[in-house]
């Protein structure tokens, strides 16, 4: 085997908020990428609009290094577990991996979710604590606790071997121990140089590349990113790439680029263990595929990803305000949108119904299927969404579910409300780990179905203070009924605009979502009804007049504030009958069937 000894590949682990992004930001400044007076934002690499507002990463993203003459190909990994896909993406590319660690929070769910991932694909991990200035740092205890995750996840001798540093990533500062100052992060880099592994390559076979992601240039279409495994690629090259169904396919490149800091750069050739990005005459090209020499075609092993475990029912909007809003409400439209999300994102997949107008969309968790509907909305879409489902499993007869570790991190008096509801939600406890500071960690096995809409509940019994994480553990039997809502909801029997007066006398029926000089329509949902069952209501009734009514008696009415309801809180709240409309301006709720005759007559099991 032949090595390629000038780069280097690494993937960063990290929980939400370890500072992942500002430790990347940190090497790319001291790389030299920018000059001295240059204004540069912060988190470089979180360049979506919706990562920074959520302040996570959501999609896998390159960029590169360099450290004297060695490059340091750098992807930057989703923390989240429903972002799954992405990670086995970004885990495909590279031959090591950086470990970010916070020195007080130490290791949570999420990081080892990835990291997992990573150890079962023997990468070699190089752990960094951060955030060792924080004044309730405990860099050791933390350096304990990662070796224990470690053992857990069933690490071998050699993994448990692994090097670590001390950073401080908004200093760009790196240390060997904690007793040294760090200056910069030479450390950092010369540590990469040594322990991250230098990509082997055998020099007998021809060239292969497995596409790990999928990008779009208006000037060039479609393009393949990936790592090339073996042989040398070249500017002009007629090539075959190999699809799912082992199909050969010629194209030509038209332009051959690499990594070079954020940006990239146009190249001639490019060794094995190089990051490359290909354009040519590949628009149907997906993740997985082989690119490969044209005399020699050999097909890589496709890329694995976990599968989906929660689906979602997408249709057009069929409210009375439809089209008013959003620019692209028409089905084909919709359909076509969802199916290019599938190709570019492995782990999200699309089925078409009997309806022309309904699709399914079945990804790894309710986050990331949230997240897609907000990036539609933001694009013009205008669309009705139904409550996710988990998809069931069978064998032998036995209705299988899928079943989640779930982690909470929360103040030691809320231990026992935020027990006792999950208990209600079948979790089971299987860890309680007291941290001595006032706060507990409990560990739950839970079904995935329970969990849908609990955030919300979760943030309110713990004041806002806990901190809640999960990832998918396996499939077990169905674990028995469970109802997700113990409160009905509050439904317009017409269309109009809400008034305060009307409002006010629905107050004490439950908790209101408009306000007055909303627009509302028949059979969407202005409330949660204090009792279980549904009532219709008239949001728009205005007080008789009379001629003896006292002059600014009707000044006094103090309706309570209402909280805008966020798409993920919309779609936790609503039931099996409820739908989300959603458009570029507005999130409503209703029911699926509008009309209350109609509704009515199903309640009655009559025919509609």
Same mark, same amino acid.
């Given at each position: 085997?032949?090595?390629?000894s000038?780069?280097?590949?690494i993937a960063i682990i990290?929980?939400v908020d ?5 430790l990347?930001?940190?090497m790319l400044?001291q790389s030299?990428l ?9 988190r470089?690499l979180d360049?979506?609009?919706l990562e920074?507002?959520h302040g996570i990463t959501i *999609?896998?993203?390159?960029?590169s290094v360099?450290h ?8 930057d990994?989703?923390?989240h577990?429903d ?8 885990l495909s590319m590279?031959?090591?991996a950086?470990l970010l660690?916070?020195a007080?929070?130490g290791?949570l769910?999420q990081?080892?979710f990835v990291l997992?991932k ?8 190089v752990?960094?604590i951060? $955030?060792i200035?924080? $004044?309730?740092a405990?860099? &050791?205890?933390?350096?304990d606790e990662?070796?224990?995750l470690?053992?857990?996840l ?6 448990l071997?692994?090097?670590?540093l001390?950073?401080?990533a ?5 240390q060997k121990?904690l007793d040294?100052k760090g200056?910069?992060?030479?450390v950092?880099?010369e540590?990469i140089?040594?322990?991250i592994p230098a990509f082997?390559?055998?020099e007998?076979k021809?060239?292969?590349?497995l596409v790990?992601?999928?990008?779009h ?5 479609r393009?393949?990113?990936g790592k090339?495994?073996n042989?040398?690629?070249n500017y002009?090259?007629s090539?075959?790439y +190999?699809d ?9 490149i038209?332009k051959?680029?690499?990594?070079e800091?954020?940006k ?6 490019a060794a094995a263990?190089e990051?490359?990005v290909?354009s040519?005459?590949? &628009?149907?090209? !997906?993740? #997985? ?10 097909a890589l092993k ?5 599968e ?13 305000f439809?089209?008013?809003e ?6 084909n439209k919709?359909?076509?949108r969802l199916?290019?999300?599938a ?5 999200i997949?699309?089925e078409?119904?009997?309806s022309?107008d309904?699709?399914?969309v079945?990804g790894?968790?309710?986050?990331q299927?949230?997240?897609?509907i907000?990036?539609?909305?933001r694009?013009?879409?205008?669309l009705s969404v ?11 007869a036995?209705?299988?579910e899928?079943?989640?570790?779930l982690?909470?991190?929360?103040n030691e008096?809320?231990a #026992?409300?935020?027990?006792?509801k999950?208990?209600q939600?079948k979790?089971k406890?299987?860890n309680m780990?007291n ?5 507990v ?5 839970i079904?995935?179905r329970?969990l849908?809409?609990y ?11 806990g +901190?809640? !994480? ?5 499939y077990?039997e169905?674990?028995?009924e469970f109802k997700?809502r113990?409160?009905?909801s509050l439904?317009s029997d017409r269309?109009g605009?809400a008034v ?16 007055p000089g909303d627009k509302?329509y028949e059979?969407?949902i202005v409330?949660?009804h !204090?009792?279980?069952?549904d ?5 728009t009734k205005e $007080?008789k007049?009379s001629?003896?009514r006292a *002059?600014?008696r009707?000044d006094?009415i103090?309706?309570?504030p209402i909280t805008?309801?966020s798409l993920?809180?919309?779609i936790g709240? +609503?039931k ?5 409309e ?5 999130i ?6 509008l009309s ?5 007559a +199903?309640e ?5």
């Open positions: 085997m032949a090595k390629n000038t780069i280097r590949n990290a929980h370890h500072g992942k992004t500002t990347v930001d940190a400044k030299g920018f000059r001295e007076n240059q204004n540069v934002e912060e470089i360049s979506m609009e920074r507002e *999609a896998a993203k390159n960029c360099m004297r003459n060695l490059k340091i190909n750098i992807v990994t989703p923390g577990a972002f799954g896909g992405e990670v086995e993406r970004a590279v031959d090591g950086l660690v916070d007080a929070e290791p769910p990081t080892r997992k990573a150890l079962e694909k023997k990468l070699k991990i752990v960094v951060n $955030k200035d924080r $004044k309730d405990r860099a &050791d205890e933390v350096l990662i070796y224990d470690f053992i857990d069933d690490a071998t001798e050699e993994q071997d692994f090097p670590y001390y950073t401080i908004k200093e760009g500062i790196a121990s040294e200056k910069d992060l030479t950092l880099f540590t140089e040594k322990e082997e390559y055998d007998s021809p060239l292969q590349m790990s992601d999928i990008g240039s208006d000037y060039l279409g393009l393949a990113i090339i495994v042989g040398e690629m002009n090259d090539l075959v +190999i799912r169904n082992g199909k050969v396919k010629p194209f030509k038209s051959l680029q690499i990594y800091g954020l990239l750069k146009e190249t001639k050739k263990g990051i490359v290909v040519g005459t590949i &628009d149907d090209i !997906n993740i #997985g595929d082989t690119i490969c020499a044209k005399d020699k075609p050999l496709r890329l694995h990803v976990d989906p475990t929660v689906a979602m029912k997408f249709t057009i909007n069929t409210s009375p439809a089209g008013q959003g620019s692209i409400v028409q089905s919709i359909k076509e199916f290019k999300e190709t570019n994102n492995v782990s997949s699309v078409e119904t009997d022309p309904e699709i399914i079945k790894r968790g309710e986050l299927l949230v997240i897609l907000e990036t539609l909305r694009e013009g879409f205008e139904g409550r996710p489902q988990v998809i069931f499993k069978y064998t032998d036995k209705r299988l899928p079943i989640e570790r982690f909470i991190d929360c008096e809320f #026992g409300a935020v027990t006792n999950l208990s939600r979790g406890m299987v780990i941290k001595g500071s006032g706060r960690r409990l560990e739950f096995l079904p995935a329970t849908i809409g955030r919300d509940e979760f943030l309110t019994d713990t004041k806002g203070t +901190i809640m !994480n999960y990832y998918f553990e396996e077990r169905f674990q028995g997700s113990f409160t009905g439904v269309q605009v305060a007066y009307a409002l006010f006398n629905l107050e004490p029926r439950g908790r209101l979502f408009v306000k509302v059979g969407m409330g949660e !204090n009792k279980e069952n009532l219709n209501v008239n949001p $007080k007049l001629n003896m *002059a600014g009707d006094n103090v309706l309570s805008p309801m993920e809180k919309a709240f +609503i099996d009958d409820e739908m989300v959603v458009t570029p301006k507005s409503r709720l209703r029911k699926s069937v209350a005759q109609k509704r009515r +199903i009655h099991g009559k025919t509609v």
